[in-house]
């Protein structure tokens, strides 16, 4: 499904990833870790087709398509979804006021009929209760005045609403009470098929538990360097992430951005 | 006057001439007088050059010196080419104006025993219904006093309540020659009533039109008035609006000014507050296109204790295109307890457009509550991505966000039809 060799990104002038080889396949759940500023939300990014990073060198391939030459809106359409790790405030936009452009665009490419607004409400209601999601919250300026729960649940509402082969969720456990991660987790877990995979990124282990990884992948300094199944990120909870960087401490000393 | 050495004075002065003849009886009242000593005051000065601050981006004097030197006389008026098909069809009392004449087969007047509409049809009228007595700072205001030749006088009675909103449209067809319009109005909202008036700008024709209107409004103690503008004017139209409110104790006022397109258009809006206890709510929305010009220049003035204001001006600028405002709040030391919040925000879709803003508050008072902002940039990239990443094309996503940025100035029409209506208005100036 998704097959990145080699990738090279950076962002003004500044290399971040380094080199990063990944493959997913459908079904998959695939978790990368990593201490901050080793380029995990660099690679959400760029996968998902941020303009600001530049990609150096290296290809990704996502369904047969080489991703990197379709814009962000064809990505989407193509499968990818991206869960925010901070979901951008919009005033005067809500959620319902986009969401229906948005599913309906990705309809079109995907060649099925536009939802009317009858099959798209009920469309809505549906995949509300997947993560408990209130339609008032729906009809707000998106994601103004939203608790830290609420932003993550709209975005994994979206997920559900869009469908997507890929879904990549950069620090989704990020800023979340126990109850909320749950919640998200478990909206995520219900939308796992066999023809879908997940990419999770996280710093802890935690959210782990709840959306259980076929692979975890150890991201530093820009390169996936140690990679096991979900036993490693019990490893990483115990003893932290300095045995990793003593294990490789060959990388150049520069401080990366997050 | 088709001397090509005409200076724009002297069309003025032309003009001048030609009312005063018509003007018999007249000639001794104080309105004859007050026009008299507009025009010389206005001869003397001259239009305001870009060395006035007030006038600095908007150099209407010199447009008008290179569009209308060689102007005499407006064309005939060709219904045809009145795109009528735009008006909003309105169902309450409505006031025409074409060209800067009342035009009765357009208008539709309905008679309300507690709603009084005079319309003036000359200078003649104009004097004789009081409507040109007051002094002239302004020069744009000045020449308006000298050269009116129509305008309306709403009066509402003490205790009415008008729901249906009174409308004045105001066209210029400038198809077949250049136009020349100068209205007057006076709107006087008695105690304890209530009323809603909507002012068009309607500009056709691919030559050159100049509309200098003014409007005097006075809101009685307890007075409520909804007052909308909004400007659909042509590419190639001059246009000075100068509106006055004064407001008394107790009263509420909401008005809206929404602008798109035009080549030169500014917006005076000077309101009083005389008395304790008011509301001001003023709001704009300004799109200026291609390399017009839209300067919105606003006075809030408190004289008295215990009154709220509220503006929020909102630009979205073109290309090319130039956008201004200047909100000045003035907080007199009588005025305590003044709240007064003003807003600017603008969004440039170029590195070509300018936009020049300013904010000004001056205070005399020690006890207030005054907040200012203003933000200017270009679209929010952040929020253009998220968009984009879920599946909406660029274009889409940024017609989405700039819709949003400018339905927040909308929303505060309360007339549903025109609100539906303006808001139609703003997705197809959009779309293009």
């Known amino acids: 499904m998704l097959a990145i060799k080699n990738l090279k990104a950076s962002v003004e002038g500044s290399e971040i990833l380094k080199g990063i080889n990944l493959e997913v396949k459908p079904g998959e759940v695939h978790a990368i870790m990593g201490p901050n500023g080793s380029g995990k939300s660099t690679l959400a990014s760029v996968l998902a087709g941020r303009e600001e990073y530049d990609v150096d060198g290296g290809t990704v391939t996502f369904e047969g398509k080489n991703l990197l030459d379709l814009s962000p809106e064809d990505r989407a359409r193509a499968g990818i979804f991206l869960a925010f790790q901070y979901p951008v405030e919009i005033p005067g936009v809500s959620t319902t006021n986009f969401l229906k452009a948005s599913v309906n665009q990705v309809r079109e490419y995907r060649g099925l009929g536009e939802l009317d607004a009858v099959e798209f409400l009920k469309e809505m209601k549906e995949k509300m209760k997947i993560v408990d999601i209130d339609q008032a919250l729906l009809r707000r300026s998106l994601n103004e005045g939203f608790s830290g729960g609420e932003k993550k649940r709209n975005e994994i509402f979206q997920m559900a609403m869009l469908e997507p082969k890929l879904a990549i969720l950069d620090e989704t456990d990020s800023g979340l009470d126990i109850d909320a991660l749950r919640i998200v987790a478990n909206g995520v877990n219900a939308l796992k098929s066999k023809d879908n995979a997940t990419i999770v990124i996280t710093h802890y282990q935690r959210l782990l538990d709840y959306i259980v990884p076929d692979f975890v992948h150890v991201l530093y300094k820009g390169k996936i360097v140690k990679s096991g199944t979900k036993q490693l990120a019990f490893e990483l909870e115990e003893r932290g992430y300095d045995w990793i960087k003593e294990e490789h401490p060959d990388s150049t000393q520069d401080q990366i951005p997050a | ?432």
């Not at chain 2, 025009?39 to 981006?57: I, L, M, V, W």
């Not at chain 2, 205790?159 to 020349?180: L, P, Q, R």
């Not at chain 2, 809206?256 to 809006?269: A, H």
């Not at chain 2, 003044?338 to 807003?343: I, M």
Request: aromatic share 6%; hydrophobic share 35%.
């Open chain 2, 1 to 432: 006057m088709s001397n090509r050495n005409s200076t724009i004075l002297d069309v003025f002065e032309e003009q001048i001439n030609a009312l005063t003849p018509q003007l018999n009886g007249a000639a001794n009242s104080a309105g004859y007088q007050a026009r008299k000593l507009a025009f010389d005051t206005f001869k003397e000065h001259g239009f305001p050059t870009r060395k006035n601050e007030e006038y600095r981006y908007t150099p209407l004097g010199k447009a008008l010196e290179e569009s209308f030197a060689d102007f005499t006389t407006n064309p005939a008026i060709d219904y045809s080419k009145i795109k009528e098909k735009e008006l909003p069809v309105f169902s309450g009392n409505t006031i025409v104006f074409i060209n800067g004449t009342y035009d009765e087969t357009m208008s539709q007047l309905t008679e309300k025993n507690n709603l009084e509409i005079i319309i003036s049809k000359s200078q003649k009228d104009l004097i004789e219904n009081a409507s040109l007595a007051s002094g002239e700072e302004d020069a744009f205001s000045g020449l308006n006093l000298a050269l009116a030749t129509s305008g309306c006088q709403i009066n509402v009675e003490k205790g009415a309540v008008i729901e249906e909103s009174i409308n004045i449209i105001h066209i210029t067809c400038a198809a077949d020659g250049k136009v020349m319009a100068n209205c007057r109005h006076e709107v006087n909202i008695g105690e304890n009533a209530q009323a809603k008036i909507t002012e068009i700008f309607l500009g056709s024709g691919d030559q050159a039109a100049f509309t200098n209107s003014v409007m005097e409004v006075s809101l009685a103690h307890h007075a409520i008035l909804e007052h909308y503008k909004v400007g659909l004017d042509s590419d190639h139209e001059l246009r000075i609006d100068n509106t006055r409110i004064q407001q008394q104790n107790n009263s509420v006022l909401h008005t809206v000014n929404v602008n798109f397109g035009g080549k030169m258009i500014r917006n005076n809006l000077n309101i009083t507050l005389n008395g304790e206890h008011c509301e001001t709510n003023l709001d704009g929305l300004y799109m200026p296109v291609a390399k017009g010009t839209i300067d919105n220049h606003t006075v809030v003035d408190h004289r008295l204790p215990n009154s709220n204001s509220n503006e929020l001006y909102k630009g979205i600028i073109g290309k090319q295109a130039t956008g201004v405002f200047n909100g000045k709040v003035f907080v007199r030391q009588d005025a305590q307890k003044t709240n007064a919040f003003q807003s600017n925000n603008n969004i440039l879709l170029a590195d070509t457009a300018t936009i020049n803003t300013k904010p000004q508050l001056e205070i005399w008072a020690d006890d207030v509550k005054c907040t200012h902002g203003c933000t200017t940039g270009q679209m929010d990239k952040e929020q253009l991505f998220y968009l984009r990443a879920r599946g909406i094309d660029k274009e889409s996503a940024q017609k989405l966000l700039l819709k949003a940025f400018a339905e927040e100035v909308i929303e505060k029409i309360k007339d549903e039809v025109l609100r539906a209506r303006v808001a139609a208005i703003l997705e197809e100036k959009l779309d293009s």
